[in-house]
């Protein structure tokens, strides 16, 4: 268990529809990130927050928003969804920022768009 | 933006021998450079990682060297054994911490 929890594990929605994936990372933890990983593929970064601020944005799409609450637990919201939105979504926290040492992932959130 | 490539994306080694994988990045301010492991059907798990003034790393069987002035590092697992199977990707920190990009992967197969 490394500490990091993600909800739901299971997301099975049509396309179109709006999603709103939750993350809590580990007590203490400052930093967030999200990262999407396709059938097949590796890890795209898509944002982080350091203590509530965005600090860095990958390829993320316009139509997907994150924010990190007071609390540090973060969402990630995905709306107009697509086929190809098809994926599993990790969550990952760290004491610091990315450079400071080792990122904990959660369990990720499988999302299937039909 | 930083990019990191990876290669070779398989990688098929009999147990017992030597994996080895390479990674580039492209942002000479990265300064970390850690690497995970993926099992199927799990998450990623950081195996070893490396700071831009250290040349070398070593723990057990696995080994992490860095080249900065050719933004080359290189992950080194000696005596492969079959739990050893699984997916590796290298990663590189962005400037000032922000972000860390991964590789692509690397499916590492420990025939017995």
């Known amino acids: 268990d490394s500490g990091v929890t993600q909800t739901p594990k299971h997301l099975i929605t049509a396309t179109g529809q709006r999603v709103t994936l939750r993350c809590s990372p580990r007590?203490?933890?400052?930093?967030v990130y999200w990262y999407q990983q396709s059938l097949d593929q590796g890890l795209q970064f898509l944002i982080q927050?350091?203590?509530?601020?965005?600090?860095a944005k990958g390829n993320i799409l316009e139509r997907f928003s994150a924010q990190q609450f007071p609390d540090l637990h973060s969402e990630l919201n995905l709306s107009s969804l697509e086929l190809g939105d098809s994926a599993l979504y990790f969550c990952?926290?760290?004491?610091?920022?990315?450079?400071?040492?080792?990122?904990?992932f959660g369990e990720g959130s499988r999302l299937t768009v039909l | 933006g930083e990019n990191v490539e990876q290669h070779p994306s398989t990688l098929s080694v009999q147990e017992g021998d030597s994996a080895v994988i390479k990674c580039t990045y492209s942002d000479s301010a990265s300064n970390y450079f850690p690497w995970y492991k993926q099992e199927l059907g799990k998450r990623p798990q950081l195996i070893i990682d490396i700071r831009s003034n250290v040349g070398e790393k070593k723990d057990q069987r696995i080994a992490v060297t860095l080249n900065k002035t050719a933004k080359h590092f290189s992950l080194h697992i000696t005596e492969t054994q079959p739990e050893d199977s699984a997916v590796y990707f290298c990663?590189?920190?962005?400037?000032?911490?922000?972000?860390?990009?991964f590789g692509a992967g690397t499916i590492l197969r420990v025939k017995s």
């Open positions: 007590s203490g933890d400052l930093s």
């Open positions: 927050y350091y203590n509530g601020e965005e600090r």
């Open positions: 990952a926290s760290s004491v610091g920022l990315a450079d400071t040492g080792e990122l904990f």
């Open positions: 990663a590189a920190s962005g400037k000032y911490g922000n972000k860390l990009v």
